[in-house]
Every structure is written in C-alpha cells, then in structure tokens.
C-alpha cells in the first residue's frame, strides 16, 4: 500500500497570507495524485487532480505541483472561505489511498 | 447538474443489518464508476471500493473486503453500501463519490450518510 504523509499536520495562518501544503507518498505515484478540501460537517471537494490540474470551477489561487514521490498545494492568498482541512489522495495503484489530511486554521 | 444524493442517518444496534444508497443523476449512471469512502469521527477519509454501475464490476480495497457489500441498481439509479452484523466500529460517515473519467479522483461527491452503531 502506498502511504501518502501529509504536512504540516495543522497550519496557523493569517487570511491574506500563502498556504504551502506537503504531501509525500512513500514510492512514486507519477503524476496520479489529486487533493481535495473538506469543511466541518461538509463531503470534500476536488480542488487538483493529475498532481497541477484544476478541477472544474476551482479558482487560480490554488495550484498544485510535483510528481513521484513530493508534491504541493498552494493557496496564494488565504481567503475566509479557504480555512479547512485538505487531503491528497493517490491513484496510481488500483488500491488509491488519502493523506492524513492537513487543517488551515486562522491563526 | 451531476447528482449525487444518499439516504438519511441510520442509528443500528450492533449485530444488526443495513443497506444505505447513493443515487445519481444528472449524468449516465452506467458510464461512470462510483466509490465509498469512509471518514470515522474526526479522523481522515478511507477509500473502502468502487463500483461500476453498467456491468456491477466491483472491486475492494483490502481493510474492507468481506467487511462490506457494494452493488448497483441500473434501472433505478442507485448503488448501495451494505453489512450484514454492523460492529461500533462502524459509526462513521460514509460517502459516495463519483469517478471523474479514466482515472480514480472523485469529481463529485454526495452529501454523506452518518451511521452510528450503539448498544
């Protein structure tokens, strides 16, 4: 199985400021990594797939980066609405698997 | 407008049965694959299988194979998550999503289902 390590575990930031997400997976997964956004009480949301691809409707502040084995998710400026918790998921194998998750919380 | 809408909150004893659903519109059920994804009380998302509607090719990650039973009804729709003696440990939310395209990212995702198994 691969295992998909997610860092930082929580991220203070201030609204504004640039939120840089790590996800690490533990042997390559090429490019078949996509991330997603969950708020409380809410399903996730597909923000990236294919490691920098957009989903439909998913504005430019947030891009996503890397292949193999380290990627990135990037907020340029943190918006109110942008502070939850953030997975990347894998599915280079047939057996996908979720990151632990990453929370952005106003600091 | 692709749809993805699940059945109400279940409150089961344990030992007992359930069946939730997922019903999609919007879109050609039969065209698209549909997973399941578990997210226990405050913790992270697990992917638990994945159906495809227009043949009922299933697969199962392995922590849920013999766990869980995934089916589809075409005619109406619908796919279903089931157990047949629901443990605690099951209590969580469970969602279905569908597949984008060729590849295994969830595009869409419906409202979740939270099971709470207790005594």
């Known amino acids: 199985e691969i295992v998909l390590t997610q860092s930082p575990g929580t991220l203070s930031l201030s609204p504004g400021e640039r939120a840089t997400l790590s996800c690490r997976a533990s042997q390559s997964v090429s490019s078949f990594l996509a991330w997603y956004q969950q708020k409380p009480g809410q399903a996730p949301r597909l923000l990236i797939y294919g490691s920098s691809s957009r989903a439909t409707g998913i504005p430019d502040k947030f891009s996503g980066s890397g292949s193999g084995t380290d990627f990135t998710l990037t907020i340029s400026r943190l918006e109110p609405e942008d502070f939850a918790v953030y997975y990347c998921?894998?599915?280079?194998?047939?057996?996908?698997?979720f990151g632990g998750g990453t929370k952005v919380e106003i600091k | 407008e692709v749809q993805l809408v699940q059945s109400g909150a279940e409150v089961k004893k344990p030992g007992e049965s359930l069946k939730i659903s997922c019903k999609g519109s919007?879109?050609?059920?039969?065209?698209?694959?549909i997973g399941w994804v578990r997210q226990m009380p405050g913790k992270g998302l697990e992917w638990m299988g994945i159906i495809y509607p227009g043949d009922s090719d299933t697969r199962y990650s392995p922590s849920f194979q013999g766990q869980v039973t995934i089916s589809a009804d075409k005619s109406i729709s619908t796919a279903y998550l089931q157990w047949s003696s629901l443990k605690a440990s099951d209590t969580a939310v469970y969602y279905c999503?569908?597949?984008?395209?060729?590849?295994?990212?969830?595009?869409?995702w419906g409202q979740g289902t939270l099971v709470t198994v207790s005594s």
């Open positions: 998921q894998q599915y280079a194998k047939s057996r996908q698997t």
């Open positions: 919007g879109y050609s059920f039969t065209s698209y694959w």
């Open positions: 999503a569908r597949r984008g395209g060729s590849s295994d990212y969830w595009t869409h």
